[in-house]
């Protein structure tokens, strides 16, 4: 029985050691455990962060994601139009401006168009320059423009100049000398009648033909220079749309003239004027010619004249004839030039009343006599 007893007893301490094992084992794998995740979690760290960096290069400018902006192209070609009010000029990347800032002697305004209208003081010197202007993203603003530099005359004189470019071009199209055009010269007024018409008083050539010429038209509503600079368009279309009457007149005696104006032969509304004290001076005065029958001279005289006293200056359209016996030897060319050294007696006979010219022809001949100094 002992034997049996001893070998059973014997076995409890095995199962004791089985048990010990299992358990040391058990906290063994989890110490490695632990381990493992010390180790192995700043490892896993480490390689991400590794992945996720950026690639450094041998080149400083591939590490760096802001660019500069470029720079826009300078504006070219400022450029103001007749008026001097509306300035333009080119730019190469208008495409990707913004807008464009104007300075005008150093103040600066920011635009959005092109052309741009400006207002410049009359009579003073302008020193303009344009640049463009970015978004100070991809593209910065661009340098200066070249200065433009400008003295603006008056706003009346840019009207003048406007109308009279406006008008030379109606009658270097419309108007025929015969069958061939005509080039126009200087032109000394566009006289305001009644019923929507004008007559336009101006030197004209054709071929070897120089004279004065009196063109009369269909015009809107005239009033002074500044109303028809306002409306030029309308007034120029109306003009294309109709038909033009021209009178032409010969070569000028404007000597002849003045002596028609102070002769005692004078009659009708210019004797008038010469009674009440103006002085008449001729501004364009034409003949139409003499025609010699009978013994007897005629001669048409028709233009423009001043009539002044004082501070006081009209300006009359005249319409006269003059009758003398002939002279052997004179001819149509010199037969108003030489009556008086002639020595014969003339009468200066109106064939209708002086009219006196409106208010826009009186401004377009105050600006015309004063740049011709006369």
């Known amino acids: 029985m002992s034997r049996y007893f001893n070998a059973y007893h014997s076995l409890k301490p095995r199962r004791g050691l089985v048990g010990m094992v299992i358990v040391a084992v058990v906290i063994a794998a989890l110490a490695v455990s632990l381990a ?3 180790w192995l979690v700043p490892l896993i ?14 080149n400083p400018g591939e590490n760096n994601q802001e660019t500069e902006p470029a720079e826009l192209s300078a504006p070219v070609g400022l450029e103001l139009d007749s008026t001097m009010t509306r300035l333009s000029w080119q730019c190469e990347d208008s495409t990707y401006a913004i807008g464009y800032c104007v300075q005008i002697n150093g103040i600066e305004t920011n635009v959005y168009t092109n052309p741009v209208t400006v207002n410049l003081m009359e ?9 463009a202007r970015g978004n100070n993203k991809q593209y910065k603003d661009s340098p200066w423009s070249e200065e433009l530099i400008v003295t603006k005359e008056d706003g009346l004189r840019i009207a003048y100049q406007t109308i009279l470019s406006s008008m030379s071009g109606i009658l270097n199209t419309k108007v025929r000398y015969g069958t061939q055009p005509i080039q126009v010269g200087d032109i000394f007024a566009i006289d305001a009648l009644d019923n929507n018409t004008a007559a336009v008083w101006y030197l004209f ?4 033909e120089l004279g004065l010429a009196r063109s009369t038209m269909r015009v ?14 309308q007034i120029t279309a109306v003009i294309n749309d109709n038909d033009i009457t021209t009178e032409f007149m010969p070569l000028i005696h404007q000597d002849a003239t003045q002596a028609m104006l102070t002769s005692t032969g004078l009659t009708g509304s210019l004797n008038v004027l010469k009674l009440q004290g103006y002085t008449l001076t001729p501004v364009c005065s034409y003949t139409s010619g003499a025609v010699v029958a009978g013994g007897t001279a005629t001669i048409t005289l028709r233009g423009i004249l001043r009539a002044e006293k004082g501070s006081t200056v009209r300006f009359f359209s005249y319409h006269y004839s003059a009758g003398m016996n002939e002279v052997e030897g004179f001819d ?3 037969y108003i030039q030489q009556m ?3 020595g014969e007696s003339a009468a200066f006979i109106e064939a209708s009343p002086a009219v006196e010219i409106s208010v826009l022809g009186k401004e377009m001949l105050s ?5 011709k100094e006369i």
């Not at 809107?220 to 368009?233: F, Q, S, V």
């Open 332 to 334: 149509s060319e010199n």
């Open 45 to 58: 760290n480490r390689t991400q962060g590794q992945n996720n960096a950026t690639p450094v290069t041998d």
């Open 367 to 371: 600006i015309y006599l004063a740049e």
């Open 220 to 233: 809107p509503t005239l009033t002074n220079i500044i109303g028809y600079k306002n409306r030029i368009d």
């Open 340 to 342: 008086y050294a002639s």
């Open 36 to 38: 493992a995740a010390f």
């Open 123 to 131: 009579g003073v010197q302008s020193v303009i320059r344009v640049k």
């Open 205 to 208: 050539t054709c071929g070897a």
